[in-house]
């Protein structure tokens, strides 16, 4: 089973689209990153400073270690000064289904 | 953009191994269904009665369309004993990244 995470990133006043430009170029960057099955950015117009992030990675400290990887970490200051504060939804682990590599 | 949904099915007390089975069922009877990208079945044992399930379809109207479908219709009858609750988290622009076609 692999680990999931489901988080709301909220973002500066009006950053929002910034921001999500941001985070899929992480996205871009995790592409070599096998650990990494899915990294999802997801918007609703309902909440127009919101951003949720859907994650699947081959377990917990796969996901803790790409946390150092430099390219991530570089992406994670540049987002920094738009986000106002991110929340961890809900952890899973992820049983299977389609789309998953497993 | 895809549309994304994010839900909760709350199984019969003891039942969610035996749900997520037939969830399973219905993510592999998915496989065919191009409009269909991401149907991932997800537990945390902290509430060991619940089932999150994210999907991600072409559209909307790809995911109502696929409600008509007859093995999935069949599957849903099938696991409908087993459920108490169903609940709607979220729905999303999807916006992109890794793991999805586009």
């Not at 960057?29 to 918007?43: G, H, R």
């Not at 990887?69 to 289904?97: A, C, D, P, Q, Y």
Request: charged share 30%.
């Amino acid at each position: 089973m692999s680990f999931g995470i489901f988080g709301k990133i909220s973002a500066v006043e009006g950053k929002r689209d910034q921001l999500s430009e941001i985070l899929l170029t992480a996205a871009k960057a995790l592409q070599s990153m096998k650990e990494c099955e899915i990294y999802m950015v997801n918007i609703n117009d309902e909440e127009p400073n919101s951003i949720w992030v859907t994650e699947v990675w081959k377990d917990e400290e796969a996901h803790k270690a790409s946390l150092s990887n430099e390219e991530v970490r570089n992406l994670i200051m540049k987002g920094r000064s738009l986000i106002t504060g991110m929340e961890r939804l809900n952890t899973f682990e992820v049983l299977g289904g389609k789309g998953l590599t497993k």
